[in-house]
């Protein structure tokens, strides 16, 4: 069976929308699509044709494009049951544990609440491809707008379960960014020193720091690291993970 066809779409100052085709029936999806009009003009130069929206959560940077999108092509919304109210045009609520059925592709889906309350993810093993809106970034996560540092520290540990040759497909391209706050608090980590300095070299060509592997990230993300004793010596709380994340997440806000 042939993977999941993924096209990236930069919008907005620095969103990522994906637009995913499955080759062996032509179902074709967008993750989280903040505006309508570079979704339609990828489909007009791929000739494909619309059927799902796939919604991780509420934020209006990740539905915007929904209800004209739905308008130009009839596509089914596919959204997070624990905030189908904020959800426009939701036609179908999935939760932790489902599995929906993406033309011939499962898509086993993960509530990983922390910077929502209704946030959900979208795991394609056949395509070793995560979509994970604004929970996961690389070498960072989502600010805790409506959840808890524990909540976010649950839903993390969902996704870094997953094999590591998963790849991530994050909302954002906020990496840049990401290593040089990693690097403050994981100054003497080697492999984050080395990929700093790629990312630094992969933006000055603006190329797509996304995605990356989960690979990459249980060596390099901090926030998936809150359970090394490292980091928590460096957070003031070592043995306990979720006050380490919570004290790095209070650093990253400031940072």
Not at 60 to 80: M, R
Not at 174 to 190: D, I, K
Request: charged content about 25%; hydrophobic content about 35%; overall charge negative.
């Amino acid at each position: 069976m042939t993977e999941l066809s993924i096209r990236q779409i930069p919008v907005l100052k620095d969103n990522y929308v994906y637009l995913i085709r499955d080759p062996d029936s032509g179902s074709t999806g967008v993750v989280d699509p903040a505006v309508a009009g570079p979704v339609l003009d990828a489909l007009k130069d791929t000739g494909w044709r619309l059927t799902h929206i796939l919604n991780t959560h509420h934020h209006g940077d990740h539905t915007g494009g929904n209800l004209e999108l739905k308008h130009a092509t009839g596509c089914t919304i596919v959204g997070p049951r624990a905030d189908r109210d904020r959800i426009p045009g939701i036609d179908i609520e999935l939760g932790d544990g489902d599995t929906y059925e993406f033309g011939k592709r499962a898509a086993h889906v993960f509530d990983v609440p922390g910077h929502t309350r209704g946030h959900i993810a979208y795991w394609f093993p056949d395509s070793r491809a995560l979509f994970c809106g604004d929970t996961l970034f690389i070498m960072g996560c989502g600010r805790l707008f409506e959840g808890t540092p524990a909540q976010m520290w649950k839903s993390l540990g969902k996704l870094k379960a997953l094999p590591p040759e998963t790849r991530i497909y994050c909302a954002h391209e906020y990496t840049q960014n990401n290593a040089r706050f990693a690097l403050s608090v994981e100054p003497g980590n080697v492999d984050l020193v080395a990929r700093a300095r790629r990312v630094d070299d992969m933006r000055a060509r603006n190329i797509p720091t996304v995605p990356g592997t989960m690979a990459e990230e249980l060596l390099t993300n901090p926030f998936l690291r809150a359970d090394q004793p490292s980091l928590q010596q460096v957070a003031g709380h070592v043995g306990d993970p979720v006050a380490t994340l919570a004290e790095i997440r209070h650093r990253k806000d400031v940072f």
